[in-house]
């Protein structure tokens, strides 16, 4: 048997999801969770092979625990499954070595495949977001993430630069490197189209 635990915030799905999976004779949830933290914690109490988790959550989101996962736990494998098929996710997903992305609206079936395909050491990407992955410019570094996250609240350069500990400079360095990437003309707009592509 195959033991996963699922992680979803919208109850119709996760007890959707439980469910048809459940009849497949070789998968067995073990746990669900709707939140981050939660499905964390399950991980560790229930040791899965498997976690299938949305990306945007409470508490946690999917690739924060992913990369949690990845640290505490790294026999377990993780299937990222959401509404956002946009290649940015699909590419922060890689790296926190997510070995799986599919979007909600797979059939139960192929859900099942991947599963199963995960656990046995290979891949199950959406074949359409695997295209689109890396035919985009290069997305911004996590440093540029960080100051972008903090533009896109307003704050200023000054507070960025206190809030991360860094010089006035070299947050202004970041913000004008992640302009260029995004082609934008202001930090604000930079902020917006990285959160439009996936990558904040």
Known sequence: MIRVVLA???ALVL???SALLSLEGDLEVVGTAADGEAA????????????VTD????R????????????EQPGVRVLIMT?????????????VSAAGYLLKDAPAAEVADAIR?????????APALAAGAWSEPDPPTDRERQVLRAAETGQGTAAIAGALGLSEGTVRN???????????????????????????
């Open 8 to 10: 979803e915030d919208q």
């Open 15 to 17: 007890g959707a999801l």
């Open 40 to 51: 964390l914690e399950l991980v560790r109490q229930r040791g899965p092979d498997v976690l």
């Open 55 to 58: 990306i945007e959550m409470p």
């Open 60 to 71: 946690l989101s999917g690739l924060d625990l992913a990369a949690r996962v990845r640290a």
């Open 83 to 95: 509404t956002f098929g946009r290649a940015g996710y699909l590419r922060r997903a890689l790296e």
């Open 117 to 125: 395909r995960i656990h046995a050491g290979g891949r199950a990407i």
């Open 174 to 200: 970041y913000l004008s490197e992640a302009m260029g990437k995004l082609e934008a003309v202001n930090r604000v707009e930079a902020a917006r189209r990285a959160r439009e592509k996936g990558w904040l």
